[in-house]
């Protein structure tokens, strides 16, 4: 079992729409949670931190649920510029790593 | 200003021909990672630095090494490059092993 997976997508969407993806991580240990995004042949870029409360910036929401082991993050109001990959990322204090999920696709389209 | 800074962009080499990465930061951060990322795969743990302290992945493979001459700059080494090793190679910095990571650009290598 890989150790942060994600739904690779692609997710073709409407402008305007919403979108959510999930993502699930195996080391209960984990600490840290993060949003990227990564644009085609760019470096990945923070999105946003995820924290057990949830939190929300703009139209993007992270949520994390430890329980069950999975984050979120929900788009709002999908916009054109929106299109890009979103890499889940979980550290862990007791491994020292930032760990990659595959990444979700998303398209939005006019 | 660039604050993770990668060089070359872009580096062709030659099969089984040794070549250096390097990554510079300006942010004093205490951990460096390189990551290798193909392509629509997820960026792949190489190494990481805590200070000096060297993490090795158990699958990072023998031909790559690192090194971290002080806190400001890590080179990544491919000793006898193959064809697979052609990918994009991410430097990232972190305060600590728990905060978010800021990357270079990246440097995309070519092995022919």
């Known amino acids: 079992r890989k150790e942060v997976e994600q739904d690779p997508g692609p997710f073709n969407v409407p402008e305007g729409a919403t979108v959510a993806f999930n993502c699930t991580y195996s080391n209960s240990a984990s600490q840290s949670f993060f949003w990227y995004r990564q644009d085609c042949r760019k470096e990945p870029k923070l999105l946003m931190s995820?924290?057990?409360s949830g939190n929300e910036d703009g139209r993007f929401t992270a949520q994390l649920n430890r329980t069950s082991q999975y984050i979120s993050l929900l788009i709002r109001d999908s916009k054109l510029s929106d299109s890009a990959t979103y890499l889940c990322?979980?550290?862990?204090?007791?491994?020292?790593?930032?760990?990659f999920g595959q990444g979700t696709t998303l398209q939005v389209k006019p | 200003d660039a604050m993770v800074i990668q060089n070359p962009r872009y580096q062709v080499t030659q099969f089984g021909k040794p070549v250096t990465l390097s990554c510079s930061q300006t942010l004093n951060h205490n951990v460096m990672y390189w990551y290798q990322q193909k392509s629509s795969q997820a960026p792949k743990l190489l190494f990481h630095?805590?200070?000096?302290?060297?993490?090795n992945e158990a699958d990072t493979p023998d031909n790559f090494q690192s090194r971290r001459p002080n806190t400001s700059f890590c080179f990544l080494d491919i000793r006898s490059p193959g064809l697979g090793d052609a990918a994009m190679y991410l430097c990232?910095?972190?305060?600590?092993?728990?905060?978010?990571?800021?990357f270079g650009q990246g440097t995309r290598l070519t092995v022919v």
């Open positions: 630095y805590y200070d000096k302290d060297f993490n």
């Open positions: 990232a910095t972190s305060r600590g092993t728990n905060t978010e990571a800021f």
């Open positions: 990322v979980v550290g862990s204090s007791n491994t020292g790593k930032l760990i």
């Open positions: 995820v924290y057990s």
